[in-house]
Every structure is written in structure tokens, then in C-alpha cells.
């Protein structure tokens, strides 16, 4: 596999390498995703739940190669990476909240948000296994992110009324010999420093530390409305670069959510993100199973088989004939056994998309000669099975083959 080619919080409209985007640091599928006695689902694939051959990198190269709709994966696959994005973001608030925040501020209704509905901030920024869980936790944190981009408009709203220098202009107003300072300035603590302003994503235009922006933080919500525009330019608008074909209803209320309501919130992509995951599991993901889980070469490798078999009959049948024709001792015909092996194996290879002797070995090919090892249990013990069955079926024409014309009396011509 070659690298990686983007890393996570950023849609990627680069798929020039062979290495998918998204697939950077894969985990291990849970004990019970390994024992179990099925066909993995398209979710767990998505989840990264799966191994090879039915993961989701040979998912990625099967929509890319065979099924040529790999824009729908992407789209997917970017909307889920918007997601974890904005739980991110949501988790760094809760953790200044945690660390910065005096207890009395702790009391606000902001702060008691962030620390009631995320949870623990050790908790993994990836979607989680139960999809109502996440569809649940995915509302929450669409709601707030609605209810702060509200709330900083009405701060940036009330900041016009006062002074054209927010930040700089409060620090000023404190100065010796200045009656007030002016609204939203902050209060200050026993030591000297400034506490958090009600706003947790002010902009740090004059160098000023607040939460979003100071080094402990890598998403701040300029990152969120950023990649929410990516996906709508890369994927929805109209003559975009990887335009995807979507319901006119669903792609008139994202254009709607994210260029008029400014909104960046995970709901806005739902209804398209379901639509294509259906499209998905319908269309696309049966034919994935059955090349992946009932055989293991590719198209061209297919082709190739069918080639190379058709040319060995062929001198195969040439030869035998000169043989019979010739009336050549049977020592001699033994020579035919190489051509019709070939041209069997090759045939039955193509007719049962499977190449017997490299499943029984354990591998799968993922692109034309390049094989990865088969290491879903139940997809090995099917191929195993299906890899058994086209052995014996090859041995079995290839030796009826090879005994009739050996063994046919000759008559020379």
C-alpha cells in the first residue's frame, strides 16, 4: 500500500494516489467483529471493522476501479471526516472549560452544555458502533454549534455598537486613568490575568490568547465553516469538480443551510449523507461482497485468464491432433498434459472469478498482480471452500481432457 496521501480535519479532492484518503491509521476490529459468522454489513466496512479483503481500502479500490463511483465513497467519507472535525472542535471547548475556566463560570449555561452532553474528553473523536448513539450525539452537537454561531453573532453584533477594536480596545479601556472599560472587556482574576470572555471562538486578529485559538487548540471554527464550503464546492454545487448526482430537494437545503444560514453543524450533510449511503449498500456494495468474499482476482486479471486459456486449448488441440493425426507413440502425447493444464485452469479461473491455488495460499488481489492477504476469518473459510471446489472441478476436466487424447488410437494419414 502506498502512503497515505491526506491527513484528518481537511476533505480531500486528491486521489491521484493509490493509498485512499481517510485510511491513515486504521484500527483493529474488535474481538467481536473478528468471531463473527457472517458477511460483514456496509457499515462496519465504513467503521473500519473489517480486515482484508472486504475492508474499507479494498472498498475504496473496488468503487474506484470496477464500480467507477468513487465520488459517492468520498463524499461520504469527507462528511464523516466534517463530523469528527466538529466533535473535536467540541471536545477542545469542554477541555478549556475544564482547565481555564474558574468554578464560578462554570455555573453558565454555555459551560454547562459543553460538560453535560460531550462527555469525557478522553473519549475517542471517532463515530462510535451503536448508530443511534451516534445519530443522538451527532443532534447534540448540531445544537450547540447552531446555538454558539447565534450567540457570536449577537457578540459581534453588540462589539459595533461599542469600540471598532474589540480585543485591543478592552485592553485599553483597563488602563490607568480610564473611567469604564468597555462592554464584554472581561473581568480579571486576583493574579492579574484575564478570564475567558463569554464568547469561547472570539477571533484572534491582535495576537491576543483566547480558547479556540491558543496553542493548545488545532480546530478552530473558521477549520468547521472551511470544510463544510470544501465538501459543497468539491461535491453538490453544480458543475463542481466531483459533482455527485443527489435529490434536487436535499441539495436545495445545503446550498440553502450553508451559504444563506451560515450554518456548519454536522445536520446540514444528514439527509445527503443517508441518501448516499443507501445508494451505496444498494447498488454498489453486493457486487463488492461477491468479488471480495466468492473470488479474489480482478477484471483484467480475469481477462488475462481468459487470454492465456483460450491460447493454451488452442495449441493444445493443434498438438493433439498432429499427435493422433501422426499416430505418435503415447509417451509422446504426454507433452499435451502442460497445454491443457493451462488452458483448464486458466478457464475455470475466469468462469469462477476465483484463481484456486492463491486462495487456498490466502491471498486476494486488490489491483492487477498486487495481492494482500485474506484476513477476515469467514471470508477465508468461503474462498477456501469455493478454492476446493474449483481445484477439483479443474482436475477433474483437465484429466478427462488429457486421457482422451492420449490414449485415442492414432491413424496416420
Request: with cysteine; aromatic share 8%.
Amino acid at each position: 500500500m502506498a502512503t497515505a496521501v491526506t491527513g484528518r480535519g481537511q476533505p480531500a479532492n486528491n486521489r491521484t494516489s493509490l493509498q485512499p484518503p481517510h485510511m491513515d491509521s486504521p484500527s483493529p476490529p474488535p474481538d467481536a467483529d473478528r468471531n463473527r459468522n457472517r458477511l460483514p454489513t456496509l457499515n462496519e466496512v465504513l467503521q473500519r471493522r473489517t480486515m482484508a479483503p472486504v475492508d474499507l481500502f479494498s472498498y475504496y479500490i473496488y468503487m474506484r476501479d470496477q464500480q467507477r463511483s468513487v465520488d459517492y465513497l468520498d463524499f461520504w467519507l469527507d462528511v464523516t471526516q466534517h463530523m469528527s472535525l466538529c466533535r473535536h472542535y467540541v471536545r477542545e471547548l469542554r477541555r478549556s472549560v475544564l482547565v481555564e475556566t474558574p468554578e464560578l463560570e462554570k455555573g453558565s449555561k454555555r459551560s454547562s452544555m459543553i460538560l453535560d452532553q460531550f462527555g469525557d474528553p478522553t473519549d475517542p473523536a471517532g463515530p462510535s458502533q451503536n448508530k443511534e448513539d451516534d445519530r443522538s450525539r451527532d443532534q447534540h452537537l448540531s445544537a450547540y454549534l447552531r446555538q454558539e454561531r447565534l450567540e457570536q453573532q449577537e457578540t459581534q453584533g453588540n462589539n459595533q455598537e461599542y469600540s471598532p477594536h474589540s480585543s485591543l480596545g478592552s485592553e485599553q479601556s483597563g488602563a490607568p486613568g480610564s473611567g469604564e472599560r468597555a462592554p464584554g472587556s472581561g473581568d480579571r482574576a486576583p493574579n492579574g490575568e484575564r478570564l475567558p470572555r463569554a464568547s469561547f471562538m472570539s477571533n484572534n486578529r491582535n495576537g491576543l490568547t483566547t480558547d479556540s485559538n491558543s496553542p493548545a487548540h488545532t480546530v478552530a471554527r473558521a477549520d468547521l465553516r472551511a470544510s463544510a464550503e470544501k465538501i459543497l464546492y468539491t461535491y453538490l454545487l453544480p458543475g463542481s469538480e466531483r459533482e455527485i448526482i443527489l435529490p434536487q430537494g436535499i441539495l436545495n437545503d445545503i446550498i440553502v443551510s450553508i451559504e444563506e444560514e451560515g450554518r456548519d453543524d454536522p445536520e446540514v450533510f444528514d439527509a445527503a449523507k443517508d441518501y448516499t449511503f443507501q445508494a451505496m449498500e444498494r447498488d454498489a456494495f453486493p457486487g463488492f461482497l461477491r468479488s471480495k468474499a466468492l473470488g479474489n482476482l480482478v477484471p483484467p486479471s480475469i481477462f488475462a485468464r481468459m487470454i492465456i486459456g483460450l491460447l493454451a486449448m488452442f495449441g493444445g488441440f493443434w498438438a493433439a491432433f498432429v499427435c493422433i493425426f501422426l499416430d505418435l507413440p503415447k509417451h509422446t502425447r504426454c507433452w499435451l498434459i502442460l497445454p491443457f493444464t493451462i488452458g483448464v485452469y486458466c478457464l475455470t479461473s475466469r468462469q469462477y472469478a476465483i484463481d484456486p491455488i492463491l486462495a487456498l495460499l490466502g491471498f486476494s488481489e486488490y489491483t492487477f498482480m498486487n495481492w494482500s492477504r485474506i484476513k477476515e476469518p469467514y471470508v477465508r473459510r468461503l474462498l477456501t471452500t469455493r478454492a476446493t471446489m474449483v481445484l477439483a472441478c479443474t482436475i477433474l476436466i483437465g484429466v478427462a481432457v488429457i486421457v482422451l487424447f492420449i490414449f485415442v488410437p492414432g491413424k496416420r494419414l
